[in-house]
């Protein structure tokens, strides 16, 4: 499964901005992280792709809101009222099973992109 993302970019503090993930096939759910400069990698959210079943980081929830377009194979994550700690590289990525306790977990994840870069300027 090759996944692609786009959207990403220098961005206003208070902003909102929608990143996308384009997925050369459907397995059964996506998921969105983030890897801030000098931290490690954290699950942002997650979908599946057919009853579009959404789990969400309590850091997310609020802010962020994850959603998928079967018919382009797209996933996109919407974040609103963007911070400057929302500075990050957004990655998505590919899981094969939905085990809602397991999806904030990078090892449910077979497949990644290569990331987009947002950075939030005050």
């Known amino acids: 499964v090759h996944l692609e993302e786009s959207g990403g970019g220098l961005v206003q503090v208070g902003t909102s901005l929608r990143l996308s993930c384009t997925a050369s096939?459907?397995?059964?759910?996506m998921g969105w992280f983030r890897q801030a400069p000098g931290k490690e990698r954290e699950f942002v959210a997650a979908?599946?792709?057919?009853?579009?079943?959404?789990h969400y980081a309590d850091f997310a929830k609020g802010r962020f809101t994850i959603s998928r377009d079967n018919p382009k194979s797209m996933v996109y994550l919407q974040i609103s009222s963007l911070k400057p700690e929302d500075t990050a590289v957004y990655s998505c990525?590919?899981?094969?099973?939905?085990?809602?306790?397991?999806?904030?977990?990078?090892?449910?994840?077979?497949?990644w992109g290569q990331g987009t870069q947002v950075t939030v300027s005050s």
């Open positions: 979908i599946t792709w057919t009853l579009g079943r959404t």
């Open positions: 096939e459907r397995i059964w759910a």
């Open positions: 990525a590919s899981a094969a099973t939905w085990v809602t306790d397991h999806m904030s977990s990078q090892a449910q994840y077979q497949f």
